[in-house]
Every structure is written in structure tokens, then in C-alpha cells.
């Protein structure tokens, strides 16, 4: 029997141990009491306390912590009435200053949030609000941080999440976009409509300039090739009287080479001029001298091809 009683004694006496071993996780932290009042904060690890005497009193995350704040309603400068919600990221810094600082943090910080916001949003109107996030953002920040610092909180960014203006102006809105969006479709519309007009007269000012050139250029090979023919034509005309002269002389060099008489030459000089009658002469002028060979008239008739061609004597 003292065996059994033992033996819960100790099974006692080990559960008490074992319940007064407590292992902190990491990102973590254990706010320790001793008598009610605050004993020391417990990192990561394996920790022991005294039964009865000392209790944890808080469990604090040191992750970085999301809150999401329901929309609150706030007034411009001008007097608009828009519906805004925020959410605030934050890191607990100092466990102990959290676990003391304040009864209840969260709630704490999401009145903080609504008075600042209501308070920067006071002083812009609504074009400003609209148009004017991260300045809100980083205002609010700055504010809450330096608010939060006293709870061993420490605020990391704060974004508005949604800006909700009346029906009434979202509908103004609306149409004025609508309306900003039509007048850059027609300044767009027009901006192209002058940039095709200018590349269709720039592709006919290249069309002119273009049959301008070939123009030219079929001027100046008509002028080449006419001047060309002209070279050949005078070429050949070239060539044909230095062939006749040629000729000629060389019918010199042999007649010379033939010993012939002063009548041989008469009579080459009769065909000459028979030749410049062309047979159709009716009048022949011959130098005095050639009047003495006999039979002139007749010689004169047979080369020119006359009847009774009248000749003349050139004194």
C-alpha cells in the first residue's frame, strides 16, 4: 500500500515538473510573472519556472502582423464625404512594452489609424485624395510609427486600401473620363489622319522627283545618243571623202604613172564637167583653153547627154 502511495507521489511530482518546462518556438516570445509581477521575457528555447509562484502571463508573435481596419468615413476640404479603409502592417519590437504598454493594442492602433487619416484627409481636397496615396501612406506611417512606439510596436507601411467617394461624384467621374478618353481618341484620330496626309504628299513630292530624274536622265541619253549618231554620221561622211579623195589620187598617181597627154587630162576634165551636169544640163561653161581640141561639140554632147548643149567660152 505505501508502495502505490509512493508511487502517485512521484508520478505527482513528475507531472508538476513537466507542466513547469516550457519550450518558447521561434519568432517568439513568453512574458514571465513571478508573484504577479513581471519577471523577465523568455526568447527561443527550453525554460523552467517555479510552480505557483511563476506563470506566463503573455504569449507575444514577433512576426510582422496584417490588420485590416473596416472603411471609415472621413470629410475632405471641400466637403466630401468618401468611405476609406486602411490596412496597417506591424512588428512587435518589445514584448514587455506590449504586454504592458496598453490594454488592447490592436484596438489601439485601429482608432489611431481613423483619427490620423481623418485628420490628413481634412486637409486635401478630393482631386488630392484620389491623386495623392503614398503621400497619405507615408504620412500615416510616420504618425503611427512614432505613436506605437510607447506599446513596443513598430509599424512598417500602412496602405489605403480602397477610396470609396458618393455615387453621385463616382458618376461626375466616370463621365469625365469618358470624356478625356473621346477627346485623346480624336486628338489621336487627327494626329494620325495629318500623318498619312503628310506621307501621301511626301510619296507623291518622291513620285515628282522621281519622273523629274527619269525625265532627265531619258533627256540626256536621247542628247548622248543623238550626239553619238551625229559623231558616226560625220564619221562616216569623214570617211567617204578622205575614201574619194584617196581615190582620186591614187587615179592621179596612176595616170601620171601612165604618161598620159595633156588630151588624156582634157577629157578627164570634160567627164568632170559632164558629171556637174548630171546629164541634164543644157548649157556647158568651158575655159578657153580646151577650145581648140577637135570635135569639142561633140565630145561635149556624147558626155553630157544633150543634143546640142550651148557652150560657152570663159576668156
Known sequence: MGFIIGAVVLVIILLILVSNIKIVPQAHAYILERLGGYKETWGVGLH????????????????????DFEPQAVITKDNVTMQIDTVVFFQITDPKKYAYGVESPIAAIENLTATTLRNIIGDLEL???????ETINTKMRTILDIATDEWGIKVNRVELKNIMPPKAIQDAMEKQMKAERERREAILRAEGEKKSTILVAEGEKESVILEAEASKQAAILKAEAEKQRRIKEAEGQAEAIRSVQKATAEGIEFIKAAGADNAVLTIKSLEAFAKAADGKATKIIIPSELQGIAGLTKTIAEVAGVDHPEITDIK
Not at 523552467?48 to 490588420?67: G, H, M, R
Open 48 to 67: 523552467f519556472k517555479i510552480p505557483i509562484l511563476d506563470k506566463v502571463a503573455k504569449k507575444v508573435s514577433l512576426k510582422e502582423q496584417v490588420v
Open 127 to 133: 482631386d488630392e485624395t484620389l491623386t495623392s496615396r
